[in-house]
């Protein structure tokens, strides 16, 4: 079964330093979305993403945060200068369309930031 | 906005026992239900969903049926296993605004004893 695969798993970063955390969506799927989970919190909705941009974004997702998709199967999510609140697991998820469709997360990146 | 309650956690039940989570939520449109599980140290999986009302979603022994007049999408399993321990997220996904985000619940951790 196709499946949402992230890289790195758990990557620790010094506060100020710029992070790349990667997904590989589903394949046939359009539509591409980052998360975040707070350790104990709920997961958050960041970014989805269509047809090479933005399509929505949450007050969290402010200019310390972009995405991109830089080639036919990579979507990348950027966060510029680190801060101590950013550590968090993030999930990458994608649908085949955006409306109506089931969205399906990978395994997260455990991001820390000391 | 759109927003999901389920019960407090932690449950912790006996091998076999009947298992109930709770949740209701708030849309403004017609969501897409949905029950996702986390296993430690994994990420989101999808376990079930329901896209309208009296929909029966099952997997896995697990069920849940979207309840519109209730706004309620309550997670049920008639005999719990160790092997079902675990996070589970109710959430929904809405698309009144032309994009979908799925909106989580905090999450209710069930532990099952031996």
């Known amino acids: 079964e196709p499946e949402v695969t992230q890289t790195p798993s758990h990557q620790v970063t010094q506060m100020g330093q710029e992070v790349i955390l990667r997904c590989v969506p589903i394949?046939?799927?359009?539509?591409f979305y980052w998360y975040r989970q707070i350790l104990g919190q709920k997961v958050e909705f960041l970014v989805s993403?269509?047809?090479?941009?933005?399509?929505?974004k949450s007050e969290i997702f402010d200019d310390q945060f972009s995405v991109e998709r830089p080639d036919g199967s990579n979507f990348t999510l950027k966060i510029r200068s680190t801060k101590l609140e950013d550590s968090a697991m993030y999930f990458c998820?994608?649908?085949?369309?955006?409306?109506?469709?089931?969205?399906?997360f990978g395994p997260g990146t455990r991001l820390t930031v000391l | 906005g759109d927003s999901v309650t389920q019960m407090e956690g932690p449950v912790t039940l006996s091998e076999e026992a009947f298992l109930t989570i709770n949740c209701t939520y708030t849309a403004t449109g017609y969501p897409s239900l949905f029950w996702y599980v986390q296993y430690p140290g994994e990420g989101l999986q999808l376990l079930l969903k329901?896209?309208?009302?009296?929909d029966k979603g099952s997997n896995k022994g697990f069920e849940a049926t979207y309840r519109k007049e209730t706004t309620s999408f309550h997670l049920e399993k008639g005999s719990v296993q160790v092997s079902d321990s675990a996070v589970y997220f109710c959430a929904l996904s809405d698309s009144s605004g032309g994009y979908q985000k799925v909106t989580f619940g905090t999450g209710t951790k069930l532990q099952v004893i031996p």
């Open positions: 329901a896209t309208k009302a009296d």
């Open positions: 998820a994608s649908s085949l369309t955006g409306t109506t469709d089931t969205q399906y």
């Open positions: 394949s046939n799927h359009l539509y």
């Open positions: 993403f269509y047809n090479n941009e933005i399509s929505e």
